[in-house]
């Protein structure tokens, strides 16, 4: 891999994700999703004004999500932003092709002066698998050997590999190469020692996904990463976490805000699943002190946030700012108070971390 020729941020960094949620209009109605579309970009404009760090988008293939292709959007975002770094929450790389991941993203990198990056995951929706011809059973060893396929294909050099899912790769290649040498890359956990071993082993930042519980469950992942570091002559590496938020001008607005959006969403992905419908006290409990969601004033998101950073030795924390049919304007109000009034208090307080290249 060659020198990076690009300094890292030297402040916490601070970033947005959203899985392109189906908003409701100021009637109540759903929006198209070609409406849904445009606003992302929107938002992501407005984040590059604002001066925050990243911004992600999923990828899904459901009615209540409006981005199916990541890498569309985001050269749509490229082209209208100047700083903000751009990639993806998350692609789902056991149904997808890795050697065409690579090469979207590197013609990403290109487009938007090096400011590319992919989130890898093997994804909690699993609509994808059957709607691209793979097999539930398959669904670990897909991820496992594309991951280091795709691992290969980070060096940007000529490689062999030779595995169970498709024919051999003999004296292969990727193009375009990125102008850094490589393609910045994490992998994203929801909760499983199995993948945090696998992302140290490959040496690919740790993306920390935290949509429910206690943050303080995932610090012995952060343990169990550093120490697998150290066990495969890995360099210390980054962690961020990815959660999900909404921010008002006070705690009780911001939750009546987000509230009904919330129970719609996990109502109807709770019917899916056998789940119980969500109480407004199992809401309570997540947007409080131990919880995992950061809803509430500025000053109340900013305390959560180094809070649960510092427990957990991050480097960059993404709020998940869509939330079901919240209405695109208050999407844009709270991506202005996180950058505005959020960002500073965060960034004044947390000093110690691994800086991301």
């Not at 499983?192 to 995932?218: N, T």
């Not at 120490?227 to 939750?255: C, M, W, Y």
């Not at 805000?257 to 809401?283: A, D, K, L, N, S």
Request: glycine share 8%.
């Amino acid at each position: 891999m060659k020198e990076d020729s690009l300094l890292a941020n030297p402040m916490f960094q601070l970033g947005l994700n959203t899985f392109g949620d189906v908003t409701r209009s100021a009637e109540g109605q759903f929006e198209e999703h070609h409406v849904v579309l445009r606003n992302v970009v929107e938002e992501a404009v407005l984040a590059d004004e604002l001066g925050l760090d990243f911004f992600g988008v999923g990828e899904h293939h459901r009615d209540d999500f409006a981005v199916t292709a990541p890498e569309v959007v985001l050269g749509a975002i490229a082209s209208r932003t100047e700083r903000i770094r751009l990639g993806t929450a998350v692609t789902v790389l056991n149904s997808d092709d890795p050697i065409r991941v690579y090469e979207r993203f590197a013609t990403l990198d290109a487009l938007s002066n090096g400011r590319a990056e992919v989130i890898l995951g093997r994804g909690s929706f699993t609509e994808s698998f059957p709607l691209f011809g793979h097999r539930m059973e398959d669904y670990e060893r897909l991820f496992e050997e594309k991951l280091e396929i795709f691992s290969l294909l980070r060096n940007e050099d000529e490689f062999d590999w030779e595995g169970t899912i498709r024919t051999p790769l003999h004296k292969q290649r990727v193009y375009p190469t990125t102008e850094r040498g490589s393609l910045r890359s994490w992998i994203g956990v929801g909760g499983s020692q199995e993948s945090v071993v696998r992302a140290a082993r490959h040496g690919i930042p740790l993306c920390l996904a935290i949509i429910g519980g206690q943050p303080s469950r995932f610090t012995p992942f952060v343990d169990l990463y550093h120490r697998a570091l150290a066990q495969f002559g890995q360099p210390n590496l980054p962690v961020s976490v990815h959660s999900p938020g909404h921010i008002a001008e006070t705690d009780d607005q911001a939750k009546s805000e987000i509230w009904p959006h919330y129970r719609e969403m996990f109502g109807r992905i709770g019917r899916e699943r056998g789940w119980p419908p969500v109480t407004y006290e199992q809401f309570e409990f997540g947007v409080g002190p131990e919880g995992s969601m950061y809803v509430g004033s500025p000053e109340t998101v900013a305390q959560k946030i180094i809070r649960n950073s510092k427990l957990l030795q991050a480097s960059r924390f993404d709020l998940k700012y869509s939330n079901g049919g919240m209405p695109h304007e208050q999407l844009m109000s709270s991506i202005e108070l996180y950058a505005k009034e959020v960002a500073p208090i965060v960034r004044e307080a947390i000093t110690d971390f691994t800086p991301i290249p």
